[in-house]
Each structure stands twice: as structure tokens, then as C-alpha cells.
């Protein structure tokens, strides 16, 4: 359904007394989003994951590069008539309380998208309030409950399901969840990932899951994709079951390592991976890993790495002079949503 293509995005420097150079945010990553299907983002602050995903829902521009929506290239198309295709590609925020309005109730902020939707499908009022209430039933929330509430009157899980039900006002074909659960408490985490896994199981909603949670990712991704994204390129992708039982890219084996040993690496001692220093946005013409990898050599500081596959698995794709599988114990997942 999605399709991209070498897409590139930098920030402009800043001037003055906190002078900043140009951060080129993504740096030509290439994936796709089948229809009904799950693709996870995953990778430390800071990699571009984020920027890709409001890319992807036209809140950023990009420099360079294609977005095939159904077949159609974004690129070529006028602003106005990209952002209306990009319309059934809508965000699900990090932080459901900052993307609230603290003054408005419910029943305010499910209107605001549907009064537009409402004119644009010339519907009567009547349609508005029904949507509303189909949506936010569908996210298990009673209507007649939280219509007059503020967002303050709500609990963290709720406010997300607020904030999911708004992003499906307007019928989306994908769903941009940027870091849904991170900002909610433990306890109500596995809600929210089974509201998203049933969306995409029950409604054919495709979703694009951007976290640092590996655990979180394949929850929701069964059967998807993951892509393991580092200073704004992709270093190592693959089915995601398989890519995280047997990860080869020593940056995704230290995404890993960073999982609490419950069902960590085979060897929570020696054998997890901890990288060198602290991520940077260091710009580099060799592998953008080597300066933090324990096993780089002089061909990983003056050669940059071509995407290679890994043999027998067509899927599983990486970029690394050296690279070397690493078992993970991991039970296999048996998703039982509610």
C-alpha cells in the first residue's frame, strides 16, 4: 500500500550563540507497508524514526526521495492534493495529555475532525455525534462517560484511547503510532497494544509501530517487518519474529542486550552487547556504528558497508563488514487480544 523510496531529510543549522550544523535527520531509507500489515521502527533517540513517521502523515517535508501511496507518487503530486491522500495515514502521539487540548471535553476534540469530515462528505450534524460514539466504543470507551470530561479527568490509558478514537474519525487505511505506550503506565500498556493489534487483526488497519520497546514491537507485529534504524539509515531489517531470535548487526544485538533479563540473550553475562560512548549525530562516510562497536577494525572506520543478505533468508537484510548471528531465547508469541 506504502511504498518508500530513498528518503532524505535534514535540518537546517541554527545560528547565533547555540550554533548548531545541518542534522540530515534520514539518510535514504527505503521500506514499504503492505496493506493490513505491521511495520516497526526501532532504534534510540535521536535515529530518525520519529521524523520518518511524520513524514509518512505530511506534518514534515522531506528533501528528497519517493512516497507510493497505492501506486500513486506522492512526490510528483501539488501539496494541497499530497495532503489529502495522506489524510488516511494518521498519527497516534507519544504523550496522549500534550496531544489533548486541556480546554476542550471529549466531545469537543472528536468534533474538531469530524466537523471537517462532515463537509467534506457533506453529512448532516446527526452523522458527527454517531461516528464519535462509534469510535470511541470501538477503543472500549463509553461515550456517555467521557463526552464531558477534560482530559485531566482522565487516566493516562484512557487519554490514549481518546487520542487513538480521533485518529479514527476519519476511516484511516494506516495508523502512525509514535511510541503509543511509552508515556502510560505499565498496567495499562498490554490495553493499548491489544486495541492496536485488533485494529489491524478485525479492521485491516495497517500500522507502522515506532518504539524503542523490542518486546512492545512484536506484540503488535506479528507477521510484519522490522526495521532497526541508526543516525538516520536502516542497518538491519527482517521478519520480526526471526530478526529478533537471531539478530547479526552488532547495533541491533545491542538493542537487544538492553532488554531486562527475563528472556534476554542466552548469556545475560559476557555475551550481551553493550556499545561503546554515547550515540551521536556524527557524520561519517565509514559505518556510522564503527566509533561504538567493540569489534569494528580499520576496513569498519574507512568503508561503509553495502546492504547485504543474510544467506537463506531473503528477508533479513543489514549493513555490517562482520556480521555475526546471535541466538535469543525468546518463547515463541501467542497474541490472545481481549
Known amino acids: 500500500m506504502i511504498e518508500v523510496k530513498n ?4 535540518f537546517p543549522g541554527r545560528g547565533g550563540m547555540l550554533k548548531q550544523k545541518p542534522v540530515q535527520a534520514v539518510k535514504g531509507v527505503d521500506f514499504s507497508i503492505p496493506d493490513a500489515g505491521a511495520v516497526a521502527f526501532i532504534g534510540e533517540s535521536g535515529c530518525g524514526k520519529t521524523t520518518i513517521g511524520r513524514i509518512l502523515t505530511g506534518l ?3 528533501d528528497s526521495g519517493e512516497i507510493l501511496y497505492n501506486g500513486v507518487n506522492l512526490t510528483d503530486l501539488p501539496a494541497a492534493e499530497r495532503l489529502e491522500r495522506l489524510r ?8 496522549p495529555y500534550a496531544a489533548l487540548n486541556p480546554s476542550h471535553t471529549i466531545y469537543q476534540t472528536m468534533m474538531a475532525p469530524l466537523t471537517f469530515e462532515a ?7 446527526a452523522w458527527m455525534e454517531q461516528r464519535a460514539r462509534e469510535v470511541l466504543e470501538l477503543v472500549g470507551l463509553n461515550p456517555n462517560v467521557v463526552f464531558g470530561k477534560y482530559p485531566h479527568m482522565l487516566s493516562g490509558g484512557q487519554r ?5 478514537a480521533r485518529a479514527l474519525t476519519v476511516d484511516p487505511d494506516v495508523l502512525v503510532a509514535d511510541e503509543a505506550v511509552s508515556m502510560i503506565d505499565v498496567s495499562l500498556r498490554l490495553g493499548i497494544l491489544n486495541l492496536l493489534f485488533n485494529l489491524r487483526e478485525k479492521y485491516g488497519i495497517a500500522l507502522l509501530f515506532i518504539t524503542h520497546d523490542v518486546a512492545a514491537a512484536r506484540y503488535v507485529g506479528q507477521d510484519g517487518h522490522i526495521y532497526v534504524i541508526y543516525q538516520g539509515e536502516v542497518v538491519e531489517q527482517g521478519v ?3 530478526l529478533i531470535q537471531s539478530p547479526v548487526h552488532p547495533y541491533t544485538q545491542a538493542l537487544l542486550s538492553a532488554v531486562p533479563v527475563l528472556r534476554g540473550l542466552e548469556s545475560p553475562g559476557a555475551d550481551r552487547y553493550i556499545p561503546l560512548g554515547e550515540f551521536t549525530q556524527e557524520e561519517s562516510t565509514a559505518c556510522r556504528f564503527a566509533p561504538r562497536c567493540r569489534h569494528a577494525v580499520d576496513r569498519c ?3 561503509k ?4 543478505i543474510w544467506p537463506g533468508d531473503q528477508d533479513h537484510r543489514h549493513t555490517c563488514h562482520f556480521p555475526t548471528p546471535r541466538r535469543v531465547v525468546a518463547e515463541p508469541l501467542e497474541v490472545k487480544p481481549s
Do not use: G, H, M, N
Open 88 to 95: 488516511k495515514v494518521q498519527l497516534i502521539q507519544q504523550d
Open 240 to 242: 520480526t519474529d526471526e
Open 7 to 10: 528518503l532524505v531529510k535534514t
Open 119 to 125: 463537509k467534506r462528505q457533506k453529512k448532516p450534524k
Open 305 to 308: 558497508p553495502a546492504e547485504q
Open 160 to 164: 490514549q484511547r481518546v487520542v487513538v
Open 60 to 62: 514534515e517535508t522531506y
Open 301 to 303: 572506520r574507512t568503508e
